[in-house]
């Protein structure tokens, strides 16, 4: 077993009657058992860390497997002084995990935190097609992908092409919060990305991780005034071409009066996807559902009609693909007209 499959193991095994059924572990047979293997594989997975040199240890008590997972994900952080330390698990979601880390001496930050991505096969994708119509893929560095076999890959979801449209995803966030970030936007400043992880600023402090909106009651006055500044920044990602894609109180956080906007994987062009212009009101919908909840009123159709046209989009009605049923004679004609 390598890594890699540990990374994969991990993720399936939150406690210890899951690990017990996926190793194929009879409950009742001698614990032991189990330890000493594991026990066998852990030997040799660390010696190959330390043959790599300056090992990289965190204070964060992680579990066997996670952490084995999160010196996979984080060791290029540490080498690259980027982190010195992993303080705690911050939030273990469906997509990734979040972590808190204690910047490194390349960084002038009080805290980072680290996303993680799950990986490729155990995440649930967010039905990620309707997202990436009209995106160009992105490798690693997310630079746009052209090499024929990577574009074929993914076109075949072979292995190797579904290894890529991860990293494409990945990247996506990346260069989005990188995007945005520089425009000015509310999001949490970007420092670093690797294969599998992301590492940007930390909302909180020490103690405490800041909060997403849906956790939080507002006052009117202070509702108000956080809403403007949502639509602000609805209006710089128009600005910039990019429509968020899964926004909502889920995605802002919340921190001493202030709102950071997260979770860019999915974000969508709005000139090039057909589903634009509703997945655009659908993210508009979904904050003025919250606060609405916090005594804000407003007009959702009207305000994600008004922000869209007035970066130049047409509101159009989306055209739902209809396939051909050669069986049905109205279908019949219809196809023989095209042909
Ligand atoms: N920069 C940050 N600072 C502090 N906490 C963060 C930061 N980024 C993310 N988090 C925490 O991690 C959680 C998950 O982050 P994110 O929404 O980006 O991932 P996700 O893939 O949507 O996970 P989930 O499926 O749980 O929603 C957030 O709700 C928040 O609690
Ligand atoms: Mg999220």
Request: aromatic fraction near 12%; charged fraction near 30%; hydrophobic fraction near 35%.
């Amino acid at each position: 077993m390598d890594t890699n499959d540990y990374i994969e193991f991990y993720n399936e095994l939150d406690d210890e009657d899951k690990l017990n059924s996926h190793l194929g572990i009879d409950r009742r047979r001698p614990y032991e058992q189990t330890t000493k293997k594991l026990a066998q594989e852990e030997r040799s997975f660390k010696h190959a860390q330390d043959d790599s040199g300056d090992s990289f240890k965190f204070s964060y008590k992680a579990a066997r497997f996670e952490e084995w997972w999160l010196l996979d994900s984080l060791g290029a952080f540490y080498e690259h002084k980027w982190i010195s330390d992993v303080l705690r698990k911050v939030k273990g979601g469906k997509e990734a995990s979040v972590y808190q880390c204690q910047p490194g001496a390349e960084v002038d930050a009080p805290l980072l935190a680290a996303k993680i991505y799950r990986p490729r096969m155990l995440r649930n994708l967010k039905n990620d097609g309707e997202y990436r119509i009209g995106r160009v893929d992105l490798d690693q560095d997310g630079g746009a992908l052209w090499k024929a076999r990577d574009i074929n890959a993914i076109a075949k979801r072979t292995s190797y092409g579904e290894e890529v449209r991860h990293q494409s995803w990945i990247a996506y966030e990346f260069v989005t919060m990188e995007k945005l970030y520089h425009a000015g936007a509310d999001v949490p400043r970007p420092y670093a990305k690797e294969k599998n992880a992301i590492l940007m600023e930390f909302v909180g402090d020490a103690g405490t991780a800041a909060p997403p909106l849906s956790h939080i009651s507002l006052e009117r006055d202070e509702a108000k005034q956080l809403f403007e500044r949502i639509i602000r920044n609805i209006d710089i990602m128009l600005a910039n071409d990019r429509i968020h894609g899964d926004l909502s109180a889920y995605n802002i956080l919340y921190w001493e009066g202030e709102i950071k906007l997260i979770d860019f994987p999915q974000v969508v062009l709005p000139e090039a996807n057909p589903s634009s212009w509703r997945i655009f009101q659908r993210d508009v919908v979904r904050v003025c559902q919250y606060f609405s909840a916090q005594g804000v009123s407003c007009n959702e159709k009207k305000l994600a009609a008004d922000l869209w046209v007035s970066h130049g989009h047409k509101i159009f009605k989306e055209v739902e693909p209809k396939y051909l049923d050669p069986e049905k004679p109205e279908d019949r004609r219809a196809w023989e007209k095209q042909e």
